[in-house]
């Protein structure tokens, strides 16, 4: 079913930011019902789900609105707007912290006002205490906090790129890498982890271990690389590469030998790792 088509017959839209997709994004999603959409007003700076990424993460059709193109809308524009786009519409659901229209002057109190139907607002989701926003995870994430970040998201992170060559020595003098360029995804802290990933457009996952950083041994360029953990496999074009927990910092190592060592502990560590979740 074309998008044109579910807007035309969604009778509930959840409205938001929703970089991130987690699992406070989740309860709102789960107020929609089985008509619903998801209505993403894009700002530009999602770095954790940007763009379509967001769809991996609901089942639920998405419809984008650019930021800029309906920031100078008043209250009844806005709301003009959403009834034009889904004429079926009866329900709008909300964060507690929404705010919407020219200079984010309105809030969830005047869309009670300016909406005939029902307006759903679900209250701030917290973890053990903690309230989740997208701009903690991402906070998580520049620190290396993966598992916290993880918690929070209700998966894993995860980042996708276009395959890049890589230094060439991996293969020959190391271990072999898939070697990507994630343009547009919040970069993890510079160190080693224990990952897993997916190629090109396979449907699983393989348990890797991945380095994001520097490589202050050799040539010291950036990278992001994934070392596939179950045998050698082929990438042509593309990979996905989802973060499940941080194993070490960047280091420089005195010599091409003591990387290489240091590699071969990464490797049983994230083994070992892997191994623990599946059982």
Do not use: W
């Not at 839209?13 to 007003?41: N, P, R, Y």
């Not at 894993?156 to 072999?176: D, F, H, P, R, S």
């Amino acid at each position: 079913m074309s998008i044109a088509t579910t807007m035309k017959n969604s009778t509930a839209i959840a409205i938001g930011g929703f970089d991130g997709m987690h699992i406070g994004h989740q309860h709102l999603f789960a107020e929609l019902g089985e008509h619903g959409t998801i209505v993403v007003i894009e700002t530009g700076y999602a770095n954790i789900t940007p763009k379509e990424e967001r769809e991996n993460f609901s089942h639920y059709p998405i419809l984008y609105l650019e930021l800029d193109e309906i920031r100078h809308l008043d209250g009844d524009a806005f709301i003009s707007l959403l009834k034009s786009e889904f004429p079926k519409l009866k329900k709008i659901v909300v964060g507690y912290d929404f705010h919407f229209g020219k200079d984010r002057k309105y809030s969830f109190e005047d869309l009670k006002t300016l909406f005939s139907g029902e307006v759903k607002v679900v209250e701030e989701v917290t973890l053990e205490g903690d309230s989740i926003h997208s701009h903690k995870i991402r906070a998580k994430v520049k620190i290396g906090d993966i598992k916290g970040a993880n918690d929070f998201l209700g998966h894993n992170y995860t980042i996708m790129g276009a395959l890049v060559a890589g230094q060439g020595i991996g293969k020959k003098e190391l271990v072999a890498t898939i070697n990507i360029e994630a343009t547009g995804f919040l970069t993890p802290k510079e160190g080693v982890y224990v990952t897993l990933t997916r190629i090109d457009d396979e449907e699983h996952y393989h348990p890797s271990v991945s380095f994001v950083g520097h490589r202050v041994t050799t040539d010291g360029s950036f990278a992001i690389e994934s070392h596939i953990l179950d045998g050698e496999v082929i990438c042509n074009k593309k990979a996905r590469i989802s973060f499940v927990s941080f194993i070490r910092d960047n280091k420089k190592f005195d010599s091409i030998a003591e990387l290489k060592k240091a590699i071969k502990s990464d490797i049983n560590i994230a083994s070992q790792k892997l191994k623990l979740l599946q059982l």
